[in-house]
């Protein structure tokens, strides 16, 4: 079979996620507003009228069953599922009710033991100049002490990370499907995977969650006529932890692809801590934020860190040595200061008003809901 072959294969069954996403799409926009599922414009603020809210359940509602009409199921794939399912109705009740941050954190973790029982492991990973690093040195009770903690560290990360990114629509989105396209190339790529056939897992639900991260764009971008919400963010951000471990860990594409969300979410954590604030506090100065206030567009700032996210993810599939990817990420570190520098210090040329005709003045309503 050709790799041409390969891909037609998987986007035959890719191209159901994408409509069935869609379809429920368009339910959640007929039934929502009925059930009074909408956001709350005036309140923050904003001059258009509601839309249905944190309809990241339907998209996940769609990705979980087209997962189970075409991808074999074993233990691993029902577990991870299953917490998929779990964090995505989290995030449903807490943009309705606003959980804790601490009731938040727990679910999380719980998400990412689930992971580890699941059987999905990280045995090793490579560093640059040093070579491998085990983590399979310690178990107990037949669980690897270091593999569990860093899945469960990885797990919580990219959750948060793909929370805070949910500030402007359409870049969370955006931004899962590069993501996902990115690992499944990778699980494909014939240099890498000699046999691809201990791919098919990861191949399928990388590509699948990247169609449906693909149909909700077009549904809020560039104008949206929904929002996602933590039940959607917190979804993509679970779902990209997984596949960047199963199938052989592709952490460093992960790092290089989500590098703008996850360079971002460090830096709000160490710059509230440095000011006194507590981390989980939102505010309106997140990358994406300041780039609306130095009077960016929110088309713009979405096109901008789309085309970082794909510049880093071609090169990550073109350049595997674990020292190519570790200057790539050396390069995305400088260009994240860079623009942190040039945006923080520049010379504001717009008023906080973006072009776009929306003033972000809520950092929950925008999405973010840290931890």
Known sequence: MTFLQIISLYVSKAVFSFFLTVLFLILTIKIFPKLGFMDNPKKWGFKR???????????MLAFVISVLVFVPLNFSLIIVLTSGFLISVLGF??????????????FQFFAGVLVVFSGIELLSFSLPFIGEIPLDQIKVFGIYVLSALFLIFWTMLLINAMNFLDGIPGLNSTVTAIASFTIFFLSVHPGIHVDPSGQIVTSYLSLMLGFSALALLFFDFPKPAVLMGDSGSTFFGFMLAVLSVLSGGKIATA?????????????????????????????????????????????QVVLIYGTISLVFGALALTFVSSAQKFFMLIALLFLM???????VFGKKFGKNKNRDGETKNS?????????
């Open 49 to 59: 009228d509601p839309i249905p809210y944190s309809v990241g359940i339907s998209v």
């Open 337 to 343: 200061v860079f623009l942190g520098t040039l945006l």
């Open 255 to 299: 790092f290089l692809v989500l590098g703008l969300p996850l360079l971002d979410l460090i830096w709000v954590v160490v710059r509230r801590t440095l000011e006194g604030k507590k981390f989980w506090q939102g505010d309106l100065f997140h990358l994406h934020h300041r780039f609306l206030y130095y009077g960016f567009s929110q088309r």
């Open 363 to 371: 950092e929950k309503n925008s999405g973010e809901n840290v931890a």
């Open 93 to 106: 009740v807490d943009d309705k009710i606003n959980l804790k941050p601490f009731t938040r954190l727990v």
